[in-house]
């Protein structure tokens, strides 16, 4: 294992008759020494506790003894040397190590679709303008500072500020993987990444007697087709397609359509896996889908036009933001239509989805499946694949649990 020892180096004497106080790290039966940048008199030390007898004085030592004790054991886990655990202790192994010249590096070497990298961007851009468009050293970068930057996002109105902070420790953590940068504590404390509790972000899941209520609005478009309209659909479609996001909705072609299955591979995990999720393409949803599917079209929806591909090209994906932000806008006046007590998006469709499978009690690694988050573990590979017609069985369960609450509520408006 290793050790660590408070010394004072009686072997060595200053010019004011003191000794400095140093510590030594024991770790494979090498031995490393740093000093405090303290010293004290033979007479003022105490050998009993290998402290100085100055209060003040003692409990600075204790503070350096338990810092490097943290880093005997975060040696250990690492396989550090006990010379490498001193210099990062002394800060010699975390020198002028540039933030923003390591992140354009590291995000030169990532392999993810042009929107992915879009974002990296816009994050990499938003702490730069925070830090005066100025680089900035990886030492530098304390949790006094990213604080302010929290506090600075706040402030901008970004939503997902935890998403920011996360990158920036993304990239931290990388340089510390890859040994190019050692820091002497952990800057990203686990209180900077607590969501703040705002109205809009609170239960995003509608109740089962909200979700009835919702499918049964008419979006029929008798006399041609709304915004409102549409955007009732696209929610109902997601709900019926066990919470496929509005992204995976706009880039739906006719070719997906594969008889009673929809076929196709989350956008958002397409330079992860090219691993297919396969949706039974149930009535209500078919309904939906036959409303709009031209068979001319590049996608099913009237989101994206036709020669579209938001991750090639920029005024693309900028349109696609663009139907993003008016589908939002307008389940916002549809949330306020049905009083709901936070701002409805399309991702509640999903959330409502997974929150009725929750209360049928359906097994946690369906669920898994349901929205596309299975993972290639253990379990996956004894069970292959899961047995579609359980998937379907599950999936029809939770639409069903809603509708029958939909014809209870047609029975009593009848009576």
Known sequence: MGSVKLKLKTSQTLKDGTHPIIIQVLKDTKKAIT???????????????????????SIICQKKLLEMEGLLFDGIDNGWTAKKIVSVFSGKDSAVLMFFEFLDEFLRDMTVGPSTMRGHEAKKNKFYVFLGNKDIRFKDIDYDLLKRYKRYLDDEGVKSANRYLKFIKRVYDVAVESD??????????????????KGDTLNRNLSNEQVAKLLRMDSSNVNGRSLKNTTIDFWKFCFYMRGINLIDIAVLSPKDVKGDYLVFTREKLKTKTKRRQKVRIFPEARAIIDKYLNPKNDFVFPILKNGSDK????????LYLSKLSTVNRNLKLVGEEMELDFVMTTMSARYSFINVAKQLEIPFLYLQEFVGHSTRSTTDIYMDVFPQEKIDEYHRMVIDSVLLLEEREECKNEA
């Open 35 to 57: 000093t405090l940048g303290m010293s004290c008199s033979l007479e003022e030390w105490n050998a009993k506790t290998n402290l100085p007898k100055n209060r003040r004085a």
């Open 311 to 318: 991750d090639l090209n920029k005024k693309d994906h900028i």
């Open 180 to 197: 190019k940068f050692m820091p002497k504590s952990n800057p990203f404390k686990s209180f900077l990444f607590d969501k703040s509790i």
